[in-house]
């Protein structure tokens, strides 16, 4: 490529390599943005967008009238916890308020007459935050970023209205301050990453699977460099923190902590194993693995004209080794979120986006 631009140009891009770097990133962000915005405008309504519509209306309506209190009450679908269902309810400020959408069952086909005013803001953030993810990729690796910007399940779940596109954006944020904090030994980074794990807590619980590979990954660091007891202590502290935070952005949870608390988690364990939709779609528990070798594609051919996802999967476990040596917290990350997957009765595809970002 570099024959056809401009000889200067060229000299330039030769001595300082980070242009060429940076201009990658740059096309890589530009072919990301489009792909995502593509996504927001032509997927149709999917399952779940209906829910998390309604409660970012309930949001948008009690920050319109600054009836602040009210978020101590309002969590529809309290099984989630509240702050990516909150962000849904601050893009919808910018839409002229309609009515509540209609409160229906989980086993309800996806409702096709969603206001498109509301529809295009909500979707439109959480693709701005997926977009967000890429670049953070591409800060680190720009041939990871092509694979996140292209990943079709990816696409697919952070441009709909659903609860993926924060906290996979903040888990990562999250990798990332550990990262700097075991290089540096610095404190701020430490707690920017314990900020981050409440963070994604407060967005969704199943991401927080990745602060395990986080801490088996501090611990074994620990082990080879004989300070065991330091580690103990600090991922106490980070640990602490990242509860302080949770709770801090999670008011559904003031008024009575315990018990919502624990109505939220326990939801789960009820559905995983009760719930008809779940028995009705009687996945395997490899399905999983399933899905990071098929594509939507087969559900949205007018939408994905490409399918890379199997590629990227099959790439990425071939590179398992290597990365495991370069930055083996990637690695963790991948099995402790797969075998999660594997082992908890729910098989949604949209479960995929807890480790899309180390298996690009």
């Given amino acids: 490529m570099m024959k056809f631009l401009n000889p200067q140009l060229t000299q330039t891009v030769k001595r300082h390599p980070s242009i060429l770097r940076l201009l990658t990133v740059i096309v890589i962000l530009a072919l990301a943005w489009t792909l995502r915005s593509q996504a927001v405008k032509m997927l149709p ?3 779940d967008e209906d829910d998390y519509l309604r409660a970012g209306q309930e949001y948008a309506h009690l920050i319109r009238t600054s009836n602040w209190s009210g978020f101590l009450e309002a969590n529809y679908r309290p099984e989630h916890p509240p702050l990516a269902k909150i962000v849904i309810g601050v893009s919808l400020l910018s839409a002229p308020e309609k009515p509540l959408t ?3 069952p989980t086993t309800a086909e996806p ?32 041939l990871a970023a ?8 990816t696409i697919k779940y952070v441009s709909q209205i659903m609860l993926e596109a924060l906290p996979a954006l903040t888990s990562f944020i999250m990798v990332l301050a550990y990262l700097q904090f075991k290089k540096s030994r610095k404190t701020g980074w430490l707690i920017a990453s314990a900020v981050f794990l409440g963070l994604t807590a407060a967005s969704k619980y199943l991401y927080c699977v990745i602060g395990i590979a986080i801490l088996i990954d501090w611990y074994l660091n620990a082990k080879d460099e004989e300070q065991v007891n330091l580690f103990f202590r600090q991922a106490a502290f980070w640990g602490i923190l990242g509860v302080v935070i949770f709770f801090a952005m999670n008011p559904y949870l003031w008024a009575d902590p315990l018990t919502r608390l624990r109505e939220s988690v326990f939801y789960h364990a009820g559905y995983s194993t009760s719930a008809e939709e779940v028995e009705r779609a009687n996945f395997p528990f490899w399905q999983q693995f399933n899905w990071l070798f098929v594509s939507p594609k087969i559900w949205h051919r007018d939408l994905f004209f490409y399918a890379p996802d199997m590629w990227i999967a099959f790439l990425a476990f071939i590179g398992l080794g290597r990365l495991w040596k370069k930055e083996r917290v990637y690695v963790l990350w991948l099995a402790a979120a797969m075998l999660f997957l594997m082992v908890w009765p729910t098989k949604w595809p949209q479960y995929v986006l807890t480790l899309t970002v180390p298996l690009s």
């Fill in 45 to 47: 309504i999917d399952y």
């Fill in 102 to 104: 209609p409160d229906r």
């Fill in 111 to 142: 409702d096709r007459y969603l206001p498109r005013d509301l529809v295009r803001p909500a979707r439109t953030t959480n693709a701005v935050l997926g977009w967000l993810t890429v670049a953070l990729v591409g800060s680190v690796n720009p």
């Fill in 146 to 153: 092509l694979a996140l910007a292209t990943h079709t399940f």
